[in-house]
């Protein structure tokens, strides 16, 4: 478990990931994030996540794999000449890099942006050891994909993962960087499991099919969590309120008719 705590809006927030049950003995928040908790409260949502067991063999993980992400992973190692490079204590401008890096991906791929909020996420946790950042990059240093990660020694939990596929217009070259991706995906379980963390989670399944379908290709059990907010005081009440209101009014307004 590990916890940060921010202030916005008049209102003391802290925000808890992987918590067994959510937090509610907290007396200096107005507001208390629940991410990823084993059992829900009130208003909480489910989230469906993939959790890969680090405490096999590298041998059984790799069995794991499937058929393509094994060959792409083989293929990348013997023939790209990739450098996959993991950073523990990232520094601000780790992150700022990482941030110029995924917005590019973000616009391409159409989705939210990497902005202050999730900037200040991020330096957050690094003040509790809680980031981890990982990059893949050809041979001349050029960054191909980036993966970040909060992680509180014993579970490792997907937070982003951005690659310039997209922007590639050469079909070889994309699918060199769709190789990039699976081997730092690899390489990220393997140095997890090494560092003696007993869980990869991998950042939640979608609706989409092709995400899930490739998040599925590294192996893993189904695993059902919960998120959401819970309030301490009647500034949280009032906040966690308002926030309910608009998201329900968001998914209303801009979800296509067959949403609805």
Known sequence: MIAIRRSGWLLAIRTVFFAPEPQVSETRAD??????????????QLVR???????????????????????????????DQLTCTVIVHPTNGDILAFRDFYNVFARAK????????????????TREDGLVITRASDAAGRALCY???????????????????????DPGERKRLGRANRLLHWKDILFFRDCGYAVYDCGGL???PRIEEFKRSF????????????????KGR??????????????HVFSPPQMR
Request: aromatic share 8%.
């Open 31 to 44: 507001l208390i994030g629940c991410i990823q908790a084993t059992r829900a409260d009130e208003g909480f």
């Open 49 to 79: 996540t993939l959790h890969i067991d680090l405490t096999q063999d590298a041998q059984d993980l790799f069995a794991a794999l499937g058929k393509s992400t094994k060959n792409q992973v083989n293929r990348a190692q013997k023939n």
């Open 110 to 125: 159409g989705t939210t942006l990497c902005r202050r909020y999730q900037l200040e996420t991020m330096r957050l946790l």
């Open 147 to 169: 993966h970040v990660y909060v992680a509180d020694g014993k579970r490792a939990m997907l937070l982003y993962s951005g690659s310039q596929f997209r922007s590639a217009e």
């Open 206 to 208: 979608t609706e989409d």
């Open 219 to 234: 192996g893993g059990r189904d695993v059902v969590e919960y998120s959401g907010y819970v309030p301490v005081t009647w």
């Open 238 to 251: 009032l906040a966690a309120g308002y926030r309910d209101v608009l998201c329900k009014l968001r998914r």
